[in-house]
């Protein structure tokens, strides 16, 4: 039997990342936080963010271009008014990260700059509106966050958590059972309001520039629960991960190629400004899919990304990281190119949500990269996403405030987990070989370029692995491995569903039998029988 246990908090927020954070540090002067992290408080997407966060902070830009080259990005699908609210209130959230004490790179003595902040531009911008540290912007922003929330009184910070299900009394969502895994226990933790905070489902995917927590948890248990999905047909893929057998996951920031970085055949030769006249500044997906069709061309493992040209100082000052990782594995980018690869990158579709970050379910929220707020549509502009946690995180706490001012605490117990009928498994071999099975179903056949065929296969594999996991999970214990598996099957069923409506070509979703983009962009919505 699984040891359970109660516990009650106002708040819930299932990830800690800077969603969450910001979320949580919004809130805690006013009410009761808890917040659970399934590995290290850090261990999130957010950590693993490299080039930085857009806004609207030099003179010469304006929130009308932020917009515009946000519209154009996500090809048809934004939503406008989403898409403004995040852009006005980018530089009011730079301004409270800077109070914080986030060490934002400056600009040096020589470099004639428009603020005191360095700004780079990145692929899909019109203008330098990146505002970084160095090239590790999510870590410090990360860290930042918290060290506040660990200073704070009102707010519980436990990691090694993994959230199984939410709760719901009726239709209003009242908590979560959660897997302590350092005791095994099954807490069923009540909450007046739960916010979804977990990142995306890039693991859903054999390449990925994402950590191991990426596997569509809070898309997952909102879809179990009764929400609304939508979009996840968009998968963008990161056009520039390093191509190495002993770190593949790395990402090789986008500010690379802002900063000049020009991409290669093996043999030197440059290839971009075939596909794009913006060259290597057009967006991700067109990056991306350029790649894609250059390896698939001539049949290469890789491509190369040089900025060997901007001379040693100004790599080591702008890239010190990627500097320092490339020398554990024996590349020096300072006189040498880089070799990369497109990876799985960021979930764009979501858990429909709205301007406040409220779900379809009463005392639900969503936010970051679990959410569809309409910011992204069939593309993200790159570095619109922490800012879209930064500023949805905000907003849900202010909604979350009002809504425990209005609704009463609920006099209701909510079920423990049972147990009873579940037994230990004996092996392990069925989520090891599943887990790898779905994600080389949805690279191969669900990748950068898809078709009508490769999707029907796919569904038609992941239907019987989903049925399989379900199976498995109602006869056994819980354990971390199962529930990640669980929700990875679920998410992956969802990308396909959504990539099977889509019948044309947008954004991130290409399908080489509907090449054309259909006049008319809808959203796809994915609804819970």
Not at 224 to 236: D, H, L, P, T
Not at 294 to 318: A, C, M, N, S
Not at 324 to 330: F, Q
């Amino acid at each position: 039997m699984v040891h359970t246990e109660r516990t009650r908090t106002d708040v819930l927020i299932i990830g800690s990342g800077i969603a969450g954070l910001t979320c949580a540090l919004h809130l805690a002067d006013h009410c009761q936080v808890t917040v659970i992290a399934k590995t290290a408080l850090d261990e999130g997407a957010t950590r693993w963010a490299q080039g930085g966060i857009a806004a609207v902070l030099d003179p010469s830009d304006s929130v009308d271009a932020h917009v515009a080259d946000t519209l154009a990005a996500g090809a048809g699908l934004c939503d406008p008014a989403i898409v403004r609210h995040v852009s006005e209130n980018s530089r009011a959230m730079i301004d409270w990260l800077v109070s914080l004490g986030v060490p934002f790179s400056r600009c040096e003595a020589s470099e004639h700059c428009p603020t005191p902040f360095h700004l780079t531009q990145e692929g899909g911008h019109s203008h330098r509106r990146v505002i970084h540290v160095a090239d590790h912007t999510g870590r410090s922003v990360e860290q930042v966050l918290l060290d506040h929330a660990k200073a704070h009184e009102n707010i519980c910070l436990m990691s090694r958590h993994e959230a199984i299900d939410l709760l719901r009394d009726d239709d209003t969502v009242i908590g979560a059972h959660v897997l302590s895994k350092n005791t095994g226990t099954i807490k069923t933790m009540q909450a007046r309001a739960v916010v979804l905070a977990t990142g995306g489902a890039s693991k859903a995917y054999l390449y990925t520039s994402n950590p191991d927590t990426s596997t569509g948890d809070g898309i997952a248990m909102a879809w179990r629960a009764g929400c609304r999905v939508v979009n996840m047909e968009f998968n963008q893929f990161h056009p520039t991960c390093l191509y190495h057998p002993h770190d593949r996951a790395f990402l090789i920031s986008e500010a690379v190629r802002g900063e000049g970085g020009i991409l290669r055949l093996p043999w030197g030769e440059r290839f971009m400004h075939h596909y794009d006249e913006r060259g290597e500044l057009a967006p991700r997906d067109i990056v991306a899919r350029a790649i894609d069709s250059e390896l698939k061309k001539h049949g290469i493992d890789h491509v190369l990304l040089d900025i060997t040209h901007r001379g040693p100082v100004f790599i080591r000052r702008h890239f010190p990281t990627i500097y320092e990782r490339l020398l554990k594995v024996g590349i020096d980018m300072t006189r040498e190119p880089i070799p990369v690869v497109p990876a799985a990158h960021y979930t764009c579709g979501g858990v429909l949500t709205d301007i406040e970050a409220r779900t379809d379910l009463p005392g639900l929220w969503a936010v970051g990269e679990t959410a569809y707020t309409g910011l992204h549509g069939a593309n993200r502009l790159a570095s619109n996403s922490l800012l879209e946690g930064l500023v949805f995180g905000q907003d849900a706490a202010l909604s979350i405030l009002r809504w425990l001012e209005e609704m009463p605490p609920r006099k209701i117990k909510a079920p423990l987990w049972d147990s009873s009928r579940a037994r230990d498994p004996q092996e392990q071999v069925l989520i090891s070989h599943d887990w790898d099975e779905i994600r080389r179903t949805m690279w191969d056949y669900v990748g950068i370029v898809r078709s009508d065929q490769r999707l029907k296969q796919a569904q038609k594999r992941i239907r019987v692995i989903q049925q399989e996991v379900e199976d498995y999970y109602c006869r056994h214990t819980v354990n971390a491995n199962l529930i990640e598996l669980r929700n990875l099957a679920l998410v992956a069923e969802l990308i396909i569903l959504s990539a099977r409506r889509r019948k044309e070509s947008r954004g991130l979703h290409y399908n080489k039998d509907h090449p054309e983009m259909r006049k008319t962009a809808r959203p796809t919505v994915l609804k819970p029988r």
